[in-house]
């Protein structure tokens, strides 16, 4: 039998001693201001358990605290201290009973409360408005304060909201099918006074990067809308300013709306140019007489944009085909990436202007986008966008859902497409339209994957197929390559290529090019007379084809072919299907061998034959030798040669079995032509070659995650269950030691185990430890990650044994995180979020335990084990992260099975494919 233990000291250390701390310190803070705000500032994300009446008589003992922040508490100082916690929660419990009364009321209360309480907002002088039961608008007083500015922005804007909100679901939500989070209802926007006070904004965000280049943002932790206007711009300059702050609000509008149909109150869709460039389509619907919008769509100045970028002579690196656009992740990688096309043509950006220009790159491409995918063509692509807009909208990210929404539809048609909608749309205005200088890169939408997926952060940079290509100067592969022809049998392209490097520049080149045209034209001519010396007789010729050995009688030789009889049937061969080496085999036979010339010899050796030498010509014997000798490394440059030429000009393979066959094609090509002068030349082509091939490969993956060692099984909207049973140590590789949580490990106290001689293994079908480690999963998930595992401890020791399974970790120790056997714990340092659960109970030693975490709909972090609830708390921003075991135990823990469910983050599946790329391709070329 076990031992049964209570772990009451454990939970008065974390969980109560921490929520008391937690607790006086928003008191002292809160005792600094002016105004005092009520206690729920911690609880509103579960407003429902706002005010607990037990707090202040059983869990707040102020008399226990003896000292604060090292110094002596006076008596007085706690009466205050409990004065002020009293009159918190008396305002808290009268907030909480009128909204039990006036529900609709909470969330707008909620809403205005975190914009007032903004730590920029409330430094500045600000008028609140509430617009019906959903929007919230906060307007900063100018400098020059008049009573008539606030209600003169609200005047202009009210209507417009509510007719924006009407639009966004007409055309957008129910459109589509989405449905409204039931726990996102309420938009706040701030008006910002000056372009000085939103800059100012940023600084106090501790932000930096292409934020300060825009007009406006939304803050989607903050569910916060920002914007500015110049309150008093010169008389000629109002009407466009007025104008241009309106388009800027109704468009952080528009991303507040695609908020509340997102997949998490703290995430919008994951598509970067699909958010922006509706926000754009909805904010152009421009308004006329302030109450309406008038539904004919105005993009003039983002069709203005991309056709002036078209122009040969000006900066069109900074337009993006649409498999990078729809892969963009973020504002700061779009102009990395056109940073990066930029200095690939040679180009320098040319700082924060260049930042400004491919900003408006983007916003007119993307809008223009959302425009032709809503209405060209009669909404030929509305349904395929409606797929993608589903798929975003549940929380998959960008780039596959468009490729799978789009799939088995070119994107170089869809690229066409879209150039005839720009043309038509210039037309229709009299404008010129410029077709862009050359076409974007594109490729089928199953095919395009492995582009559009590295089209972020890394692979913008990207592989160039034409960087394959021989160089037209390189006269020695271009010798290679006319002799390649020759040995392949096709002597007239052969005869062709030699003539043309006559001409070469280089001397050497010259003169090898007209020996071997003379050595052309001479085993035509013997060629020729052996057929017409075989049809005369009717004899045999002997022959090869795919390995397999033929043979027939010579019935005639007219026009380049050969009539062969084959028992009843007449076959007719070209000339070019039997190469030189098996004709010099057929001189050899037939004895028909002009040996004194070399012809038997160079056929021999253009067929890769050692044996070339005994029939080399005496007279010019050494030249003969020589250049019969270079002939194998020549044919070795030329197949490079031409694997590399096929490769610059073919489309990159679609799917894992055709990426495969690419890998194993080039791999039998480097074992043939490795060493050779062209292989040293086009090493780094052939690994970024080599590194898209494999890319083709993971981005086709169905059944498992290249680089992982985990039982891998795809799930829908991106998702993958991973599953460790340990039966091999290389599972262990999916988990990195790291040095985490050190403050935690000095409140645990010491262990009769170092951090040398803590370890983790793979033993008897389970993953034992025991000691001072760390170790956190490779990959990082989003929103709704599950983690289920399978352990227990057992042996002996004198500390306690304390282990932590995290999830939703920002590797900075905001975590969500169950304690040994279901005490939980919620922690978000930057939002001063913390929650912790009860008592876990009982534990048992050697005791095996099943555990399940995960977050539900409402927010909440919960335990289960052995399939029952046994905790929950609030998660907080806690939506996304990476998964990490922490242990600090002399007692061994045995973790029977390990499982996560989830979808990986975009970033980390990105550094998850590089790995495996580069360690396969590394297997390629050493």
């Known amino acids: 039998m076990g031992t049964t233990v209570s772990l009451p000291y454990v939970i008065l250390r974390r969980g109560l001693g921490a929520a008391l701390l937690w607790s006086i310190l928003a008191l002292h803070a809160s005792a600094q201001e002016a105004e005092i705000p009520f206690s729920a500032e911690n609880h509103l994300s579960g407003y429902a358990t706002w005010i607990e009446k037990p707090h202040s008589s059983k869990l707040i003992d102020f008399a226990s605290f003896e000292s604060w922040e090292r110094k002596k508490i006076s008596m007085a100082q706690l009466e205050e201290l409990r004065r002020t916690w009293r009159e918190a929660t008396q305002r808290a419990e009268a907030q909480y009973q009128r909204f039990e009364k006036e529900p ?169 140019w699909f958010n922006e460039g509706l926000a754009e389509y909805l904010a152009l619907h421009l308004p006329e007489t302030g109450s309406s919008l008038v539904p004919e769509l105005r993009a003039e100045d983002a069709l203005r944009t991309v056709l002036e970028l078209q122009r040969k002579d000006r900066p069109h690196y900074l337009l993006s085909p649409i498999s990078s656009l729809v892969a963009a992740g973020s504002l700061d990688l779009v102009v990395r990436a056109a940073a990066r096309r930029a200095l690939s043509l040679g180009v320098q950006p040319d700082g924060e202007r260049f930042v400004s220009m491919a900003l408006e790159a983007f916003y007119a491409q993307s809008t223009l986008w959302v425009c032709f995918l809503h209405r060209a063509y009669e909404g030929r692509h509305v349904k395929r966008l409606g797929d993608y807009v589903r798929r975003v909208s549940s929380g998959a990210a960008s780039p596959q859902p468009f490729l799978d929404a789009f799939q088995g539809f070119e994107l170089a048609g869809l690229e066409r497409e ?72 096709r002597i007239g392209a052969a005869r062709t290529a030699l003539l043309a490097l006559r001409s070469a520049s280089d001397a050497a080149i010259r003169a090898r090019a007209a020996r071997e045209q003379a050595r052309v034209l001479q085993f035509e001519g013997h060629r020729d007379a052996l057929l017409k010396s075989l049809a005369s007789g009717q004899k045999l010729l002997r022959w090869e084809r795919g390995g397999e050995k033929l043979s027939g009688k010579v019935k005639a030789f007219a026009d380049g072919a050969v009539t062969v009889l084959r028992g009843s049937s007449e076959v007719k061969l070209g000339l070019e299907e039997i190469p030189p080496h098996q004709w010099g085999q057929e001189f050899l036979r037939t004895k028909f061998a002009p040996a004194s010339d070399g012809t038997i010899a160079w056929c021999l050796a253009l067929g890769g034959q050692k044996d070339f030498e005994k029939h080399l010509p005496k007279s010019d014997a050494e030249i003969w030798k020589t250049d019969l000798s270079e002939l194998l490394p020549l044919l070795s440059t030329a197949e490079l040669a031409a694997f590399l030429d096929r490769a610059a000009r073919t489309a990159l393979p679609t799917g894992e079995a055709a990426g495969q066959s690419a890998i194993e094609e080039l791999r039998r090509v480097l074992a043939r032509t490795r060493g050779t002068p062209l292989h040293h030349a086009k090493c780094a082509a052939l690994q970024g070659y080599t590194r898209e091939l494999y890319g083709v490969i993971f981005d086709a993956q169905k059944s498992g995650l290249p680089g992982l060692h985990a039982q891998a099984t795809a799930k829908d909207s991106g998702r993958w269950q991973l599953a460790y049973e340990f039966q091999s140590a290389d599972e262990l590789q999916d988990f990195v030691a790291v040095e985490y949580l050190e403050g935690r490990r000095a409140e645990m106290g010491k262990l009769a185990y170092s951090r040398a001689e803590s370890k983790l293994e793979v033993k008897d079908g389970a993953w034992v430890g025991r000691g001072q480690l760390c170790y956190r999963h490779r990959l990082a998930f989003g929103p709704g990650t599950v983690v289920r595992y399978k352990f227990s401890l057992g042996g002996s020791g004198s500390q306690f044994p304390y282990f932590l399974i995290g999830l939703n970790d920002d590797g900075r120790e905001s975590f969500l995180a169950c304690l040994n056997h279901g005490y939980l714990e919620a922690i978000d340092l930057s939002a ?30 919960l335990a289960f084990r052995n399939g029952k609830e046994v905790a929950r708390v609030v998660a907080g921003p806690r939506t996304a992260g990476g998964v990490f075991l922490f242990l600090h135990s002399e007692f061994p823990l045995r973790m029977q099975r390990f499982e996560i469910e989830g979808a990986p983050e975009p970033a980390a599946l990105r550094a998850l494919r590089r790995a495996w790329v580069d360690a396969e391709a590394k297997k390629l070329f050493g």
């Open 418 to 489: 879209f150039q005839q909608y720009l043309r038509s749309e210039a037309e229709k205005r009299k404008w010129e339209y410029v077709a862009p200088p050359a076409a974007p890169v594109a490729s089928s939408a199953a095919g395009a994957s492995s582009t559009a997926a590295n089209a972020s952060e890394e692979a913008d940079a990207s592989f160039d197929p034409a960087s394959l290509a021989c160089d037209a100067d390189d006269e020695r592969t271009r010798l290679a390559l006319a002799l390649r022809e020759a040995s392949e049998g």
């Open 104 to 272: 609709a009321a909470l969330p707008l209360f909620l809403c205005r409360w975190n914009v007032e309480h903004h730590s920029f907002v409330r430094k500045i002088d600000f008028e609140t408005r509430e617009l019906g039961q959903r929007f919230v608008l906060v307007v900063q007083q100018p400098s020059r304060r008049t009573d008539a500015y606030v209600q003169s922005i609200v005047d202009r804007y009210a209507p417009l909201v509510e007719r924006l909100e009407q639009t966004f679901v007409a055309e957008h939500a129910q459109r589509f099918g989405l449905e409204r989070r039931a726990d996102y209802s309420v938009y706040a926007i701030l008006v910002l006074a000056s372009e000085g006070d939103y800059l100012n904004f940023w600084k106090s965000e501790g932000r930096a990067g292409t934020h300060r280049f825009l007009r406006a943002h939304y803050q989607q932790q903050e569910r916060l809308a920002v914007t500015y206007q110049e309150a008093f711009a010169p008389r000629a300059e109002r009407e466009q300013a007025e104008r241009t702050e309106r388009h800027a609000f109704l468009h952080e509008l528009v991303h507040a709306l695609q908020h509340s149909y997102g997949p998490s109150k703290f995430d919008l869709p994951r598509g970067l």
């Open 832 to 861: 001063q979020h913390y929650q912790a659960s009860d008592t876990e109970g009982d534990f048992v030693f050697g005791t095996t335990y099943e555990m399940e975490l995960r977050c539900d709909a409402e927010g909440r972090f």
